[in-house]
């Protein structure tokens, strides 16, 4: 039996709506969002084995193609072994990505003699951290965002955090627009960033997304909006703030994290890309936890030989 996978696009939307949760492990990637915009640049498919949702992919450039599956699906080992004989057939090994310690305990109880190779690399870990921190900026080490937060208040007295609604989406891509043109030369990853924040303001109730624009008036310092990758994980997608606004990314940031509904207890700010400044402000933040992921190559089954 030959496996179909087929592009994500705007078409796959009805089956990630009733299947992503399936696959998703708290990595940012694996929202609606994320896969349907992500997916030209990650070179995602997607396909159903019994009857149930797997995604081949491609998420960062240094990893070949790999499966993420429904680890918590009855039917697991099935669908490994369907996928394995899939790529046997394609004379090649089956690769799965996931969280380590979720992927690894699972395929070694489900396949408890098959030898695997785990692959993997810091610069792909989410960063996490608990939501109450963001909401309360409490704490010694949270000292310094706390003090730019009440910095931007105190010369921004009557800023306020609006939800973000197909009213004032046309607002937030007049500040998208002059935010790029303020960063600078655009790069590949930058225009695909843009193209897939164009795409999830054209659909954001069907994205599921949550997000808010902080404002004074007419002016805006930024706007912020992100979806579920797991029950209690929120992932913020993007964060785009005015960099003349003192303080206009952590107010920006603490209010996302008092808007959302109370189910979501972690913040999932996604990884550093092996970039020094972006990984210090996401550490300067102090996650709670990392969500380690992993390539797994399954090595071949000798037991029959």
Request: proline letters at 5%.
């Amino acid at each position: 039996m030959s496996i179909d996978l087929k592009p994500v696009t705007l078409e796959t939307l009805p089956i990630l709506k009733e299947q992503v949760r399936t696959i998703q492990n708290g990595d940012c990637n694996l929202s609606i969002a994320s896969l349907i915009g992500r997916s030209e640049e990650y070179k995602i498919r997607w396909g159903l084995v019994d009857g149930e949702l797997v995604i081949n992919w491609q998420p960062y450039e240094d990893v070949p193609p790999a499966y993420v599956l429904p680890m918590n699906s009855p039917n697991l080992l099935h669908i490994m072994q369907m996928l394995e004989s899939e790529c046997v057939n394609c004379r090649e090994p089956l690769i799965l990505f996931g969280r380590f310690t979720l992927m690894t305990e699972k395929v070694s109880n489900l396949m408890p003699y098959r030898n695997f190779i785990t692959v993997s690399a810091n610069s792909w870990w989410d960063y996490v951290y608990d939501k109450e921190n963001f909401v309360t900026l409490e704490g010694r080490k949270l000292h310094g965002k706390r003090n730019f937060n009440k910095r931007f208040y105190q010369a921004f007295p009557d800023s306020e955090f609006v939800p973000i609604t197909t009213e004032n989406i046309p607002t937030c891509k007049d500040f998208l627009n002059q935010w790029y043109e303020n960063y600078g030369e655009m790069t590949d990853s930058l225009r695909a960033e843009k193209q897939a924040i164009e795409l999830a303001f054209e659909h954001f109730e069907d994205f599921e997304l949550i997000g808010g624009i902080l404002k004074q008036q007419d002016r805006i310092f930024g706007f912020t909006y992100g979806s579920a990758v797991d029950e209690h994980i929120f992932s913020v997608h993007i964060e785009k703030a005015d960099r003349t606004a003192t303080g206009a990314y952590p107010a920006l940031a603490s209010a996302l994290a008092k808007m959302l509904p109370e189910r979501f207890t972690l913040i999932n700010r996604e990884e550093d890309l092996g970039i020094a400044g972006l990984r210090k402000a996401k550490e300067d933040w102090h996650p709670s936890m990392m969500i380690r992921k992993t390539l797994m190559r399954l090595q071949k089954d000798t037991s029959s030989s």
